[in-house]
C-alpha cells in the first residue's frame, strides 16, 4: 500500500482521539516530519507512536532481536497500529486483533477488525501488529513462490535456503513474542486478544508462552497446535462430506432427492476419474481460466472452500447437472476455485501477503509426516514409506478421494508434500515444536465453529476447546470459515465477541442455531423449458412457459449475488454469456446486467439493488428476452437472511400480467 504521507496534516488525527488522549492524560506532542510537515506524536509507556500514514491511527516501529539467544542474529522491527478509544477519560482495556494466513499483516485487515470493534472502542483501544515477515514488519519476498504459476516443492525449498539461517526464526513463537513484547513497551496490562484461522494458532502459542498477558482470548475458525495423526489433517475430508450432506439435508429441493450429496456427486467424480479433459471456463472476476478438469480440481472445489458460499450452493447441482451432458456449471467452479485459494495479490506484492512467510511457517512449527531432521534426500524417502503405510491402513483417509488425488491439489492446501525440501533446522531451533508440551492458560477462553467450515473444522475447534481450562466452542449453524467478521453468513459471532469480551461469559448462544441453511440451486438447466415454472398467484396471466422463464431470470438473479462477496474487479461474465458490473457504496451493492445468460434461451438485462445488511431486501428490475417470447419487464423482491424466504416477482411480457413467487435463489 503506497504511503500519502505529504497528505498528512494536524487536521487527520481524529478529533475523538485527540480529545480521548488528552482526556486521559497521555502525552501528545508535535514535531517536524521529514522537515516539512508536522505529525503528532503520541507517548504510551515507553514507546513514542506517530500519526499513521495510512490510518486514524497512531503506529509504532519497535526494534526486536531476530533471534533471544544470539544478538550476533541482528534485529527486526516490528510494525503495529494503536487506534485510542473515543470516549473521554481511562481506557478500559486494549482489544488486539491478529490476522490468519499464515502470511497476511493484521494492519491490511484492519477495517475489518475496527468494524468487529467499534461498538466496543469508545472505551477500548485496539492495537494491531504486523507478524515479522508479514506487512510492514519486512515481509518475506520469495519471487518464485510469490510470482510463480503455482508453488512446487522445488520453489518452496529454494524459499527455505534463500532465508538461510533465519528461516527457523519466523516462527510463530517468536511473533508471539514481539507482540508480548509490544504490549509490555506499551504498558497495556491484559489484553483481550481475537484471532482467526491461523491467527488462532499464534494466539495458542501467545497464551502458552505469556498466559499473564491475557484477560479474554477468542478463536475464530479454530485448529490446535498438535495432537493425534495431526500431519494428515484427518478431519479435513470429513468435514468436507459433512458440509455437503448437511446442506443438501437442509434444502427441499436436494433432499427430496435419493441418497446424500455426496451420493449425487460421485457419478461426476467417477467419470473424471475415468476421462478428464482439457476446459476453459471464467473466474468470478471474469478472467478465462485454461486448466485441466480431473479429480483433483474437483477435491479442491469440495475441500478448499472458496469461494465457500458458491461451492456448497452449487456444487451438488453442478455435479448431477454434469452427468446429464451440462458441464459448464461445475468447470465454472473449478476455474473459480483456482483463482479462490491463491492468496497472492495479482501484482506479487509480499505486502499483501507473502509466500514466503506463509512457507516459512507451514515448513517450521507444525508436524510433518515425515521426519523433519533428515536431510531432504532421506526425508524423501521417509515421506514415502509414510506414504505407503497411509495407503495400507487409512485409505480412506481423504475419502471420496484417493490419497494421490488429495495430494495433486495445491500444495498449500494438501500440506503433506509442501515441506519435504524445506531445510533442515539446526537443533537450537527444532522444527515441529511449537505444539509441544503447551500448557494452556486458565482465562475465558471463545472458540468460534462455523458448522460447515471444512478449513478449520468443528472437530478441531473442540480440540482447541478442550485445551483451556474453561474453553467454550459455539457451533455457529449453516455458516463458514471466520464467522465474527464482515464477510461472514451473519452477524450472530460479531454480536458473541462484543458479548464475551464485556462480560467474560459466553451467554445467551441462541443466535448460534438461528443462521438460516444455504440456499441451493435446485438443478442447472441449459433451456428455460427443463425449469420448473415460477408458481402463479392470483392475477397472473403468463403461460406456463413464460413462468420457467421467470425462474430462469431469478436464478440468474441468484447466481451474480452468490458471487459479489468474492469478485475484485467489479465487473464478470455470465454462466451461459452476457456481463455484469458492480456499483459498490456504504449502503450496498448494484449489479448491472448486460444480456446475462444463466440458461441458453433467456437473456437478463438490468439492475440488482441489494443492502449492506445481511437482513436487507434485494430489488431487481429485470429486462428479460427469449426466441418465442415478447421483452419480459419483471420487478423481483426478497429478503435476504430469512429461513424460507420467498421472491416476488410481478411483471408482464406484452399484455400478459405476471404476479408470481418462487424460492429466493
Known amino acids: 500500500m503506497k504511503h500519502r504521507f505529504a497528505r498528512l496534516v494536524r487536521a487527520a488525527t481524529p478529533a475523538f482521539a485527540m480529545s480521548a488522549l488528552l482526556a486521559a492524560g497521555l502525552a501528545v506532542r508535535y514535531a517536524a516530519a521529514d522537515g516539512r510537515v508536522e505529525s503528532p506524536i503520541m507517548r504510551i509507556g515507553t514507546l513514542d507512536l506517530h500519526a499513521c500514514r495510512d490510518a486514524a491511527a497512531y503506529c509504532g516501529d519497535f526494534s526486536r532481536p531476530f533471534d533471544p539467544d544470539d544478538p550476533a542474529a541482528g534485529s527486526i522491527v516490528i510494525h503495529f497500529e494503536f487506534h485510542p478509544h473515543s470516549a473521554p477519560g481511562k481506557s478500559s482495556g486494549t482489544l488486539v486483533a491478529t490476522e490468519g494466513g499464515p502470511g497476511y499483516p493484521a494492519t491490511g485487515s484492519r477495517e475489518d477488525y475496527l468494524a468487529l470493534f467499534k461498538p466496543l472502542m469508545p472505551d477500548r483501544d485496539v492495537l494491531m501488529m504486523d507478524n515479522r515477515g508479514t506487512g510492514q514488519s519486512g515481509a518475506i519476498d520469495c519471487h518464485e513462490l510469490q510470482t510463480g504459476e503455482k508453488w512446487t516443492v522445488e520453489s518452496v525449498a529454494a524459499c527455505g535456503e534463500s532465508l538461510g539461517e533465519r528461516a527457523p526464526l ?45 484477560r479474554s482470548i477468542v478463536l475464530d475458525g479454530a485448529y490446535p497446535l498438535s495432537g493425534p495423526d495431526y500431519a494428515w489433517y484427518p478431519t479435513y475430508a470429513g468435514a468436507t462430506r459433512d458440509k455437503f450432506n448437511l446442506a443438501c439435508a437442509r434444502w427441499p429441493s436436494c433432499s427430496q432427492l435419493p441418497g446424500t450429496s455426496l451420493d449425487h456427486i460421485r457419478p461426476a467424480l467417477e467419470e473424471l476419474r475415468r476421462s478428464p479433459f482439457s476446459a476453459r471456463a471464467y473466474d468470478i472476476d471474469g478472467h478465462e481460466r485454461r486448466f485441466a478438469a480431473d479429480v483433483p480440481h474437483l477435491a479442491i472445489v469440495m475441500m478448499g472452500g472458496a469461494p465457500s458460499l458458491t461451492t456448497v450452493r452449487e456444487v451438488d447441482a453442478a455435479a448431477r447437472a454434469f452427468t446429464d451432458g451440462d458441464r459448464l456449471p461445475l468447470i465454472r467452479l473449478m476455474a473459480e476455485t483456482i483463482a479462490a485459494v491463491d492468496s497472492r495479490d495479482p501484482t506479487g506484492d509480499p505486502i499483501k501477503w507473502s509466500a514466503g512467510l506463509a512457507a516459512a511457517v507451514l515448513c517450521h512449527d507444525p508436524p510433518q509426516i515425515f521426519d523433519t531432521r533428515l536431510p531432504p534426500a532421506e526425508r524423501l524417502r521417509d515421506r514415502d514409506r509414510a506414504l505407503a503405510e497411509r495407503r495400507r491402513s487409512a485409505p480412506d483417509t481423504y475419502s471420496p478421494f484417493t490419497l494421490d488425488e488429495y495430494r495433486a491439489m495445491p500444495l498449500d492446501y494438501s500440506f503433506i508434500d509442501e515441506c519435504v525440501g524445506w531445510p533442515v533446522a539446526p537443533p537450537s531451533h527444532p522444527a515441529s515444536q511449537v505444539g509441544v508440551n503447551a500448557a494452556y492458560p486458565d482465562v475465558p ?7 460447515l467450515d471444512s478449513i478449520t473444522t468443528m472437530a478441531d475447534g473442540a480440540a482447541v476447546a478442550a485445551a483451556f481450562p474453561h474453553g467454550v466452542q459455539v457451533r455457529i449453524a449453516n455458516s463458514f470459515h471466520v464467522n465474527a467478521l464482515p464477510r461472514a453468513r451473519s452477524d450472530c459471532g460479531a454480536e458473541l465477541v462484543r458479548r464475551f469480551i464485556t462480560t467474560l461469559a459466553a451467554a445467551d448462544l441462541s443466535c448460534a442455531s438461528q443462521v438460516p441453511p444455504v440456499r441451493l440451486v435446485p438443478r442447472f438447466s441449459v433451456e428455460s423449458r427443463d425449469l420448473p415454472p415460477a408458481a402463479e398467484l392470483p392475477g397472473n396471466s403468463a403461460s406456463m412457459r413464460q413462468l420457467r422463464i421467470v425462474s430462469a431470470a431469478v436464478q440468474a438473479a441468484g447466481d451474480l449475488l452468490a458471487r459479489v462477496d468474492a469478485n475484485s474487479t467489479d465487473h464478470g461474465r455470465g454462466l451461459r454469456g452476457g456481463t455484469f458490473r458492480l456499483k459498490r457504496s456504504g449502503g450496498g451493492v448494484r449489479i448491472e446486467l448486460r444480456q446475462v ?37 419483471l420487478t423481483v423482491e426478497w429478503p435476504e437472511g ?6 416476488q416477482i410481478r411483471g408482464t411480457f406484452g399484455t400478459k400480467q405476471v404476479l408470481a413467487k418462487t424460492a429466493a435463489p
Open 597 to 633: 445468460r444463466w440458461t441458453r434461451d433467456v437473456a437478463v438485462s438490468g439492475k440488482i439493488s441489494r443492502s449492506s445488511r445481511r437482513h436487507g431486501m434485494v430489488r431487481a428490475f429485470l429486462r428479460v428476452s427469449s426466441p418465442e417470447d415478447p421483452i419480459g419487464r
Open 445 to 451: 477462553a471463545l472458540i468460534i465453529s462455523g458448522e
Open 170 to 214: 519466523y516462527s510463530t513463537v517468536y511473533a508471539a513474542d514481539d507482540l508480548a513484547a509490544i504490549v509490555d513497551a506499551l504498558g497495556l496490562g491484559k489484553i483481550d486478544l481475537y484471532g482467526d484461522s491461523y491467527g488462532t494458532y499464534f494466539e495458542q502459542a501467545f497464551a502458552a508462552r505469556h498466559p499473564r498477558a491475557l
Open 642 to 647: 430469512v429461513a424460507g424466504s420467498e421472491a
